[in-house]
């Protein structure tokens, strides 16, 4: 939603950059040779865990956009509850009204990891993000970075996280 | 009262000898960053974001807990010195549970923006995501240990300005915990006034006024730097 409040900028944006991959396309396979991938949310479940290694291996620069991404934030307060089976009883058994089950379908619904983790725990990461969400303004600072070719470099009130 | 000269990030500086590195330094117009340090409380060095380097001595300083001595030569910017207080910082955010985004100081917060200050876009340990209590037994205040960075601020105010001693230090290490009285739930300790000099020293969201939310909650310290003055100046100052 941040993302899009880059508004018309967004335009000229989409002139520049060839977007190859995101939860809104109709791709289901990670491509090859990516330059650049934003990447929101922790790492909190098996599919989560597969994805993020494969896009390590396939993208130079990983960007952790976001305050779930940098740091767990909010995702992560499950943490304390303990492993996934206690925070799956805590949910589906103990907060539940009526028809008490864990939800289960192998296959389909990826299992929980036991803590969710930053990204940057479980693979390199080139640049952070912080924020919560990242403003529109510091997304587009980080961008025009990435696309002048420098290092993305942010400072002072650009990191600020929450 | 003799005085003494010695040099802050090779600019001469004149101070009192029995005043500190950091109060000397301030008087010159040189910021080093400070967690524990609180005007008017005494200083016990306990967060290390103030460490200096001293010329002719390996060790690095707190600035807040060393008096200037005549010739000394001070960095407080060095690369070593970033180096060091971001990883004291990074050390702070990895141990308990600072999750700004729903933190009532969010956007008024001395951790938090001594993140930004000194470049913290990350923390490079792992988490700890050990989740501890929040104590909300008193009828004005709350108090949550996720937030809370052992500075002592509120265990100092309390005995020194206001008289109290409700608070103090049980624990070590991960383990070391503020307490109040002898451990009891805050609305039961007996010796509380009541009187939120705490909650105004307090540098992060750990304690708190009851019914603020997300990012709601700025500290007035002026009641306390009146107290202060007056006491140290003899100055009524309102
Ligand atoms: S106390 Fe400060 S650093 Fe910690 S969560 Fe709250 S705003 Fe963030
Ligand atoms: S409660 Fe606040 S003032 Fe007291 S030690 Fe913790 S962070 Fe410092
Ligand atoms: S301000 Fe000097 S050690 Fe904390």
Not at chain 1, 13 to 22: F, G, R, T, W
Not at chain 1, 30 to 35: G, K, S
Not at chain 1, 73 to 100: C, K, M, S, W
Not at chain 2, 202 to 228: H, N, Q, W
Request: charged share 25%.
């Amino acid at each position: 939603m941040s993302f899009l409040d880059l508004d018309e900028w967004l335009f000229d944006l989409a002139a520049k950059i060839e977007l190859v991959y995101s939860p809104i396309m109709d791709i289901k396979v990670y491509p090859e040779n990516v330059d650049v991938v934003l990447i929101e949310g922790a790492v909190a479940n098996e599919d989560h865990l597969q994805l993020i290694h494969l896009i390590r291996k396939k993208t130079k620069v990983l960007v952790s956009f976001g305050d779930c991404a940098v740091t767990g934030n909010v995702t992560a307060l499950r943490n304390f509850l303990g492993p996934a089976e206690h925070v799956l009883r805590r949910a589906y058994l103990e907060g539940a009204d009526i028809q008490a089950q864990i939800p289960s379908m192998p296959g389909v619904v990826p299992a929980l990891l036991d803590t969710v983790r930053p990204v940057h725990e479980i693979v390199p990461v080139e640049v952070f993000l912080p924020g919560c969400p990242p403003p529109a303004d510091r997304i587009r600072a980080l961008l025009e970075q990435v696309l002048a070719g420098e290092a993305p470099h942010l400072m002072g009130s650009q990191i600020k996280f929450g | 009262m003799a005085a003494k000269t010695l040099t802050i990030d090779g600019k001469m500086v004149g101070a009192h000898e029995d005043q500190t590195i950091l109060e000397a330094a301030r008087d010159a117009g040189i910021k080093i960053p400070t967690l524990c340090h609180l005007e008017g409380l005494s200083d016990l060095g306990a967060c290390r974001l103030c460490l200096v380097e001293v010329k002719g001595s390996n060790r690095l300083q707190p600035a807040c807990a060393i008096k200037v001595a005549e010739g000394m030569e001070v960095q407080t910017h060095s690369e070593r010195l970033q180096k060091y207080r971001r990883m004291i910082l990074e050390l702070l955010f990895a141990e308990r549970n600072h999750v700004c985004a729903v933190c009532v100081s969010n956007g008024h917060c001395e951790l938090q923006n001594l993140a930004i200050e000194l470049g913290m876009d990350h923390v490079r340990f792992d988490y700890r995501f050990s989740g501890f209590d929040v104590d909300i037994t008193h009828n004005r205040y709350g108090l949550d240990h996720n937030r809370c960075i052992l500075c002592t601020r509120c265990v100092r105010v309390c005995n020194e300005v206001e008289g109290a001693h409700t608070w103090d230090v049980a624990g070590r290490g991960a383990d070391a915990r503020v307490i109040t009285d002898l451990k009891q739930p805050w609305g039961e300790a007996d010796s509380c006034t009541a009187c939120g000099k705490c909650v105004m020293a307090c540098p992060t969201g750990a304690l708190f006024y009851k019914g603020s939310t997300v990012a709601e909650m700025e500290r007035d310290r002026t009641r306390l730097e009146f107290i202060v003055t007056a006491r140290e100046k003899k100055q009524w100052i309102v």
